[in-house]
Nanobody, 127 residues
Framework: QVHLVESGGGLVQAGGFLRLSCAASGRTFSSYVMGWFRQAPGKEREFVAAISRSGCNTYHAESVKGRFTISRDDAKNTVYLQLNSLKPEDTAVYYC????????????????????WGQGTQVTVSS
């Protein structure tokens, strides 16, 4: 069982920045693919970013590419999402997720590729 706890959300003006953190329990954090998703009111959960087990490979949705950056610190069992140049349309609940299963040829952009989810942290961007 993996327990994930997100933090770092809040209210920020357009153009501002935040850094989200997701702390994971367990001793095998380095074996998990980690991802971030978000869900706005009335919309489906959408992929934001993912990072491979080694941390060498990262993937970002087109809508956030160049503005958001995913990273991980295995010594701290934590994955981060740096959010820069925030826009009102980035307003959503942000969830981190851990994937324990290896899937060939995927960038882990689908929710069903993940096994564990955090409770979410709210990001609100005002115009």
């Amino acid at each position: 069982q993996v327990h994930l706890v997100e933090s770092g959300g809040g209210l920020v003006q357009a153009g501002g920045f935040l850094r989200l953190s997701c702390a994971a329990s367990g001793r095998t954090f380095s074996s998990y693919v980690m991802g971030w998703f978000r869900q706005a009111p009335g919309k489906e959960r959408e992929f934001v970013a993912a990072i491979s087990r080694s941390g060498c490979n990262t993937y970002h949705a087109e809508s956030v590419k160049g503005r958001f950056t995913i990273s991980r610190d295995d010594a701290k069992n934590t994955v981060y999402l740096q959010l820069n140049s925030l826009k009102p349309e980035d307003t959503a609940v942000y969830y981190c997720a851990a994937g324990t299963t290896y899937y060939s040829g995927t960038i882990y952009s689908r929710p069903n590729e993940y096994d564990y989810w955090g409770q979410g942290t709210q990001v609100t961007v005002s115009s």
